[in-house]
């Protein structure tokens, strides 16, 4: 049996259908991401979840337990919210144990699990300090530390480092990572950022329009999506998609037979530039030099965008006439709906 069970899950506002019956099992200790595009319902059914909103249709229960229209104080769940909302004029220290005096424990309790809470977090030294004097890190820790002295049966994150920095952001990814590992808990988190969902989860649950499109493993995902709108919201640079009417005929004869009329999918890895005598003839429109690799945005003469990219240095100039080498063997295949007809073996 599923620890946390999602069983055709409906949400509406008015006569709009948000979620439309979600069915999900999620295990004891996994790390479940949910990603997908604005508007898609994650942030929706994580509050569901969490009992911020109220569940229309459908069934949610947590350790064989029916917790569908239970209020959000009794689920036994903690959410760790985008903003940090703490209360800037409590400290540290009584920002993470408010909720702990709220339920009656007693001073050596709180102690207890603030101190332990502060020591995972490295906020130790911090705890007399006020959120005003910490940074924004900081203070996310202190909201995710909130959330761990409670000991709840599910952590529920909702884009928690959409508000740091490029640095902060990838140096929090890694602690929360590390916290996962530690503490073993089951944790939902929900971000529009693909490397978050890339790196922190054990399963990744792609949402659109109020539905599960997939769930898998990251790789999984990467490697064996279920159809383009999947292929192409997994993966930095997102995968390259062109009508095969748009490509040569040799790599419109390489599509499989479901594929006709379709698509064909490359990685940016999966394409890559060599003289315009032997390659698909295209323009260069951008180059992004990033030091260990380079990204090079081009677009063929039949209207093909590409993004190719290369672990070296390139020195090509935008407006450079180049020829493009496509690597059918990494190719995924898609018919005429986006559905896939076949990915790489």
């Known amino acids: 049996m599923a620890y946390l069970e999602l069983k055709g899950i409906e949400k509406f506002f008015g006569e709009h259908r948000a979620i439309k019956g979600v069915d999900l099992d999620i295990q004891p200790g996994e790390f479940i991401v949910f990603v997908g595009p604005s508007g898609c319902g994650k942030s929706t059914l994580l509050r569901l979840i969490a009992g911020l909103e109220h569940i229309d249709g459908g069934q949610l229960n947590l350790d064989g337990r029916d917790i569908t229209h239970l ?65 924004g890190g900081q203070r996310q820790r202190v909201a995710i530390g909130r959330a761990i002295v409670r000991a709840p049966k599910v952590f529920l994150f909702d884009e928690p480092l959409s508000n740091l920095d490029a640095a902060l952001r990838g140096q929090t990814r890694v602690e929360i990572a590390q916290l996962h590992r530690d503490l073993g808990a089951t944790t939902i988190y929900v971000t529009h950022d693909q490397v978050e969902a890339m790196t922190l989860a054990d399963r990744v649950v792609v949402l659109r329009d109020g539905l599960i499109e997939q769930v898998g493993s990251p790789l999984d995902l990467y490697d064996h999506p279920v159809n383009q709108f999947v292929a192409q919201f997994i993966g930095t640079p997102q995968m390259n998609v062109s009508p095969l009417n748009t490509l040569p005929a040799a790599v419109q004869a390489a599509a499989p037979a479901a594929a006709k009329g379709g698509s064909i999918g490359l990685r940016p890895e999966g394409v890559r530039l060599t003289d315009v005598a032997t390659g698909v003839p295209a323009k260069v429109v951008l180059v992004e030099a990033l030091g260990a690799e380079t990204l090079i945005y081009v677009k063929t003469h039949e209207g093909a965008q590409m993004v190719a990219r290369q672990a070296d240095r390139a020195h090509v100039q935008v407006g450079a006439e180049v020829g493009l080498q496509l690597d059918i063997s990494t190719a995924h295949w898609f018919d005429a709906k986006g559905r896939t007809v076949r990915t790489p073996t």
């Open 71 to 135: 209020p959000a104080s009794k689920r036994d769940l903690a959410m760790v919210f985008q903003s940090y909302a703490l209360y800037p004029h409590m400290s540290v220290y009584e920002n993470m144990s408010f909720a702990l005096k709220l339920a009656g424990e007693s001073k050596q309790v709180i102690e207890e699990k603030v101190t332990r809470a502060a020591s995972i977090l490295n906020l130790t030294d911090y705890l007399d300090r006020t959120p005003g004097a910490l940074s």
